[in-house]
Structure formats: structure tokens, C-alpha cells
Nanobody, 127 residues
Framework: QAQLVESGGGLVQAGGSLRLSCAASGRTFIGYAMGWFRQAPGKEREFVAAITWSGGRTFFADSVKGRFTISRDNVKNTVYLQMNSLKPEDTAAYYC????????????????????WGQGTQVTVSS
């Protein structure tokens, strides 16, 4: 059974950095875009970043543009989210997800574009 496992979350001071990882097991995700979403208490789950199946294109939410980067290692079946200059408003549970469509050319950004989801990892940024 396909599984996504996020790791790397934790407590960090404002201005600090964290690197989230999402390891896929049970099936290969080569050919599928992958993305990160986040959900703060009482708020909707929102798009953060995504990367195409080849790794050639990325897209970021305006709120994280210039601070976060996304990358993938298709050999390790893993996607990463490097988060720099963290702010208290970045506090949320972060989820990775896999595109429903294989070899999509554009970067998926909608929740409905994604199928399999991880269980999430908590990121807390203190002021």
C-alpha cells in the first residue's frame, strides 16, 4: 500500500530554518508531481509548494515565495521542503501529497489535483 511519511517538523524561533522530508513507500512516485500543503488550527488546508514530476518546474504560494524551496530525489522517492526565514504565521501541520495525474506538464496547485496524502508533521515557529 502506498504511503507518504513526513518528517523534519519541530519547534523553531522566528527567523530560523527547517527542512521537511516526505518519503514515499509502497510504490514509486516517479512520473507524478508532488506538493506540500499546510493547515493551521481552525483554518483550511492551504497550498504551499509543488514540483513537477521531472523537478523542472516549481510553484509557491505568495506567502512563502522567496523563503521556501521544494526539491525531489526520484532515486530516494523523497520530496523536500526547505523553509528559511520562518515566521510565526508559518505555524501549521505540513502535509505532502502526490498528484493524481501522471506526467502532468503544469504544476498542480489545487487540493483536488492531489490524491495520496501523508499524515503531516507539525511546525511551530515561536516569536
Amino acid at each position: 500500500q502506498a504511503q507518504l511519511v513526513e518528517s523534519g517538523g519541530g519547534l523553531v524561533q522566528a527567523g530560523g530554518s527547517l527542512r521537511l522530508s516526505c518519503a514515499a513507500s509502497g510504490r514509486t512516485f516517479i512520473g507524478y508531481a508532488m506538493g506540500w500543503f499546510r493547515q493551521a488550527p481552525g483554518k483550511e488546508r492551504e497550498f504551499v509548494a509543488a514540483i513537477t514530476w521531472s523537478g523542472g518546474r516549481t510553484f509557491f504560494a505568495d506567502s512563502v515565495k522567496g523563503r521556501f524551496t521544494i526539491s525531489r530525489d526520484n532515486v530516494k522517492n523523497t520530496v523536500y521542503l526547505q523553509m528559511n526565514s520562518l515566521k510565526p504565521e508559518d505555524t501549521a501541520a505540513y502535509y505532502c501529497a502526490v498528484d493524481r495525474k501522471i506526467f502532468r506538464t503544469e504544476v498542480p496547485v489545487l487540493r483536488t489535483d492531489f490524491g495520496s496524502w501523508g499524515q503531516g508533521t507539525q511546525v511551530t515557529v515561536s516569536s
